[in-house]
T-cell receptor, first 111, second 113 residues
Framework: QKEVEQDPGPLSVPEGAIVSLNCTYS??????FMWYRQYSRKGPELLMY????GNKEDGRFTAQVDKSSKYISLFIRDSQPSDSATYLC???????????FGAGTTVTVRA | GAVVSQHPSRVICKSGTSVKIECRSL??????MFWYRQFPKQSLMLMAT?????????EQGVEKDKFLINHASLTLSTLTVTSAHPEDSSFYIC?????????FGPGTRLTVL
């Protein structure tokens, strides 16, 4: 079993829809949770960073962390074609800066 | 946000040559940088952790004599792929740590002929 599980998709939604992305993890030591967006042939771009259970909102993006269930989510509201990319969840334990990544979910927003 | 650059963005070389890739944190100092490798349609695979002023820590299965890492300053880490072969062709990405966040460079696509 992988430490971090993420449905690779692909996920296709119409413009304006809400995109819902999820990851589960097995290592209870994970304390920091991140979502990255990666366009084709580019490096990952940090979208959201959280370190506690609950919600964090930034513009059209909302990250949720439920440590009791070992489950994290990213929601993208009012999705745009420019949101078409691969979204990677990543997490790390306290004082261990190595990231464990999910497989990445490829999202296509149709105009 | 913090900016990380990589150079070159793309390199094509002949088998047997060595290739150096630079990773720079442009607007912050990074005591720790990381080197990843990514194959098409796959997630990132950590190769090594680079700490300024000390030897890099390599992940299991990564040949340290083949992938030489130097972190000589707080803003620069280099990865040298020595005696490159076609199987080393890949997308190499670095990241730099600022507090508990990691910021990634744009990646370097290496093609070995």
């Amino acid at each position: 079993q992988k430490e971090v599980e993420q449905d690779p998709g692909p996920l296709s939604v119409p413009e304006g829809a809400i995109v819902s992305l999820n990851c589960t993890y097995s290592n209870s030591a994970f304390q920091y949770f991140m979502w990255y967006r990666q366009y084709s042939r580019k490096g990952p771009e940090l979208l959201m960073y959280t370190y506690s259970s609950g919600n964090k909102e930034d513009g059209r993006f909302t990250a949720q962390v439920d440590k009791s269930s070992k489950y994290i989510s990213l929601f993208i509201r009012d999705s745009q074609p420019s949101d078409s990319a691969t979204y990677l969840c990543a997490m790390s334990a306290a004082n261990d800066y190595k990231l464990s990544f999910g497989a990445g979910t490829t999202v296509t927003v149709r105009a | 946000g913090a900016v990380v650059s990589q150079h070159p963005s793309r390199v094509i070389c002949k088998s047997g040559t060595s290739v150096k890739i630079e990773c720079r944190s442009l607007d912050f100092q990074a005591t720790t940088m990381f080197w990843y490798r990514q194959f098409p349609k796959q997630s990132l695979m950590l190769m090594a952790t680079s700490n300024e002023g000390s030897k890099a820590t390599y992940e299991q299965g990564v040949e340290k004599d083949k992938f030489l890492i130097n972190h000589a300053s707080l803003t620069l880490s280099t990865l040298t792929v020595t005696s490159a072969h076609p199987e080393d062709s890949s997308f190499y990405i670095c990241s730099a740590r600022q507090y508990n966040e990691q910021f990634f460079g744009p990646g370097t696509r290496l093609t070995v002929l």
